[in-house]
């Protein structure tokens, strides 16, 4: 998913917006923007691929100024971009995943729109969205109708002369919080965004719901909804550590996790570790339940290395994964290590950088312990998953059934053998010594909302 970032300020807002907008650099590895509006709107984007957010915008101070701005690190697609409509010119970002967008852009070429050509020969989804919403009649009733034909998810941020609109997805999956400071208001996807910037948080988005923000205040637009299906993997995997959603913070939902995946497991270890860095915290609540000491076999290369689950090709994710992990030999050496990781996707970086490592430095033992269950299904609203065959879970079923078309309902339940022998294929893939998985429902606990407020789609086939 993109990370996203709004303010409207009663002076120069860019300072906040450029800091604001950096916090979310973990949510994407492709594109960075901004968009400032002033006596006019000024918007720059830069490929972030290869260097940081900060490094790209090294003139910002200087050649942007407002009062009010969005700024977006997107995982696909250029944005912000800026569109002029009958409802007036406006800068948009969003965070989400149109599945449909093709079909839909087809239509719209159809009626003799156009699209601007894309390096990667594709139709930019953002643009798409921000079309679809200048066909309404103003842009709350625009981003209804975004919402109304779409599959998929969409958040939205349109910076307008009439204020910053602020839309969270109808179902909420993607979250979105108002925050306050001194009389200006921010918007941003990740709470952590605001802290050292000095705002302090209002209250979250509801789902559906949209908002009008000024330098006079927040004014509701349209009410929000009670139908919430957030994402759950924002708490074991996507978000950042000092981030909360829903008021529930990620740093102690994933020590839940460990503790979770600490009880009734017997294994004899001399250490407790964690897949750098979002299975730090999951270590954490393992060593705390289990007793056994915390360290740190692995460690990451921060300042040159993000995350290597978002890139878009296999190539790029599996360089990241070997460069950036760097071996302890002398914590390694001669012991056996619980080693906790906030899930197994598609296997190959654990397999072929994470395990080989601690086994080319004398690992003893191995015992990895996901805090999720079994990824089985793609993931429909948001870009991460795209592909069945990209999922060690469903590899397993595949080669166990000897079909892609198996029933997966025995695989899904962990008190059966057939998950049982699903977890033992990839254990003998994965080359370790042992492989326990969260179970869904001790997941769901750690999180701490019902489980009809979450998105379990990824591991169920369903909301």
Known sequence: MSGMFGVVSDENCIS????????????????GGLAVLGETFTHHIHDITQAQFKSKFPTVFQEMTGTSGIGVISDNDPQPLTITSRAGTFAIATAGLIENKDALAEGMLSEGNTFEDLSTGGINSVELAAKIISQGSGFVDGIQLLWSM????ASVLLLTREGLYAARDSKGRSPLVIAECD???AVATEACSFYNLGYRVVRYLRPGEIVRVTADGVEVKVEGGEHHKICSFLWIYTGYPASSYEGINVETVRERCGRALAKDDHIQADLAAGVPDSG?????????GSGLPFRRPLVKYTPGYGRSYTPVTQDIRDHIAKMKLIAVPDVINGNSIVLCEDSIVRGTQLKNFTVQKLRENGARQIHVRPACPPLMFPCPYALST???????????????????HADLSPYLDAGTRQYEAMVEWIRKDLDITTLRYLKLDEMVEAIGLPEERLCLHCWRGRE
Request: charged share 25%; glycine share 12%.
């Open 386 to 404: 795209r592909k069945v065959d990209e999922l060690a879970a469903r590899r397993a079923v595949r080669d166990l059934e000897g079909t892609d």
């Open 280 to 288: 730090t915290a999951h270590a954490v609540g393992y060593a705390m």
């Open 150 to 153: 779409i599959h998929g998810s």
């Open 183 to 185: 009389g200006c208001y």
């Open 16 to 31: 906040t917006l450029f800091f604001g907008t950096d916090y979310h650099s973990h949510l994407g590895t492709q594109r």
